[in-house]
């Protein structure tokens, strides 16, 4: 079935009412699975398993919100991935909880990766081509004629070049590879071979978009603790996938001083030579913690 397109709702009800709809008229598919709800429209950005569970109690949903850095699920989901109140935290993600620790049906970064990676059916190419071609159809209805896909796979990069080797793909496509955050360096051969590939016509595979930790709105950002920092909560210190020193013995140290994330170059040369010096950020400046205001009269 066609993909269905969430109307940028005021209030959860209208989630729950897409979510319903597509439940019902789909009692075949064992998942429901897809995304693109909005934080704002819940407390605290975190929806609760029990809303999914009173549309849909006998089938495991997973839903990533619009930024995909969480997974709204329900009940038959946790059981699926066996996750309880003593199910720890892993190293790159967070389960969210209730007062009493029972997880409330939000995953967090890894947390949801890894799940998706491990519990869902795999998606086929013909399902990424549909996919494609909704969001196509949509974005060209806003008169949008390209766009950069941040987050490809081999397998959608397949899609891709499949739809525009049909002529199906219409818009320009500026690909960025997905650094898998369970590999190593053993990954850049792979994206010199994928940027070989799949590029051509009106697609451009020239970065590789590089994750270390999460988003600032749900705390995972990785941050550093000051020296004079003597108690902080632990959920503050966010949701680093790499620390700088496993990257130190392997890589350029100016990777380092990136934050957030930030994309590599392919050059192209041989798979050993294809990191290519990337500016570190610009120190910030420091604002005066007051303003003032002058004017100039003629």
């Not at 389960?95 to 967090?108: F, H, K, V």
Request: neutral net charge.
């Amino acid at each position: 079935p066609a993909p269905r397109t969430f109307e940028r709702p005021g209030r959860k009800e209208a989630y729950l009412a897409a979510i319903s709809t597509y439940a019902r008229e789909n009692p075949d598919e064992e998942w429901i699975a897809g995304g693109g709800w909005a934080m704002e429209y819940f407390p605290g950005g975190s929806p609760s398993k029990e809303d999914l569970d009173r549309i849909v109690p006998d089938r495991p949903v997973f839903l990533f919100n619009r930024d995909v850095h969480g997974a709204w699920v329900n009940s038959a989901a946790l059981r699926i991935g066996g996750i309880t109140a003593h199910t720890p935290d892993p190293a790159d993600g967070r389960i969210e909880r209730t007062a009493d620790g029972e997880p409330s049906g939000m995953l967090q970064e890894g947390a949801a990766y890894t799940y998706r990676d491990r519990f869902l059916p795999v998606l086929t190419r013909q399902d990424w081509e549909a996919a494609i071609l909704h969001a196509q159809e949509y974005l060209h209805s806003l008169g949008i004629t390209g766009w950069q896909d941040a987050w490809v796979t081999p397998d959608t990069l397949a899609a891709y070049r499949s739809l525009a080797d049909d002529g199906r793909l219409t818009a320009r496509v500026a690909a960025a590879l997905w650094w898998e955050r369970h590999q190593g360096l053993e990954q850049i051969r792979s994206f010199t071979e994928q940027a070989s590939w799949g590029s051509g016509g009106n697609i451009s595979v020239r970065t590789v978009k590089i994750m270390t930790d999460g988003v600032l709105e749900k705390t995972t950002p990785a941050r550093c603790l000051s020296p004079t920092t003597t108690v902080v909560a632990a959920t503050t210190l966010g949701c680093p996938i790499w620390t700088p020193t496993s990257w130190r013995p392997r890589s350029p140290s100016w990777i380092e001083s990136v934050s957030a994330y930030t994309c590599m170059r392919l050059a192209t040369g041989p798979a050993e030579t294809v990191w290519t010096r990337w500016r570190p950020p610009r120190p910030r400046t420091a604002f005066p913690t007051t303003a003032t205001t002058s004017r100039t009269s003629s």
